[in-house]
Nanobody, 136 residues
């Protein structure tokens, strides 16, 4: 049974950092495409990052490039999102999701756009989400 459980959210000051974790069970995380999403109040859920091929290929939406880093700990079967230089606009519920059994991130598909509806991106398994609030 595929399960994803996020943790690590909380209240962070602007300019601060936080690391989110997503522990997987029921499959080997490194073998499949997996990513992070977020949903801010009153907004649609959006894709933030995707990684595949044991973390060798990763993709980031423009607004987080250079600030967020996606990574894997294979021994713990856990996905991370290191978030630095946080701003109030990063406030959202963050979700991890996998395209299991698909091994490829949707960014490799012709015509992919970061603003494509989440439902069309092929992620079939989701965690419950963890709240990140950036505020002074």
């Amino acid at each position: 049974q595929v399960q994803l459980v996020e943790s690590g959210g909380g209240l962070v000051q602007p300019g601060g950092s936080v690391r989110l974790s997503c522990t997987a069970s029921g499959f080997t995380l490194e073998d499949y495409a997996i990513g992070w999403f977020r949903q801010a109040p009153g907004k649609e859920r959006e894709a933030v990052s995707c990684t595949m091929n044991n973390g060798d290929l990763s993709y980031y939406t423009h607004s987080v490039k250079g600030r967020f880093t996606i990574s894997l700990d294979n021994a713990k079967n856990t996905l991370y999102l290191q978030m630095n230089s946080l701003a109030p606009e990063d406030t959202a519920v963050y979700y991890c999701a996998t395209r299991f059994p698909n091994v490829l991130c949707p960014q490799l598909s012709g015509g992919f756009e970061w603003y494509d509806p989440v439902e069309s991106q092929g992620y079939g398994y989701w965690g419950q989400g963890t709240q990140v609030t950036v505020s002074s």
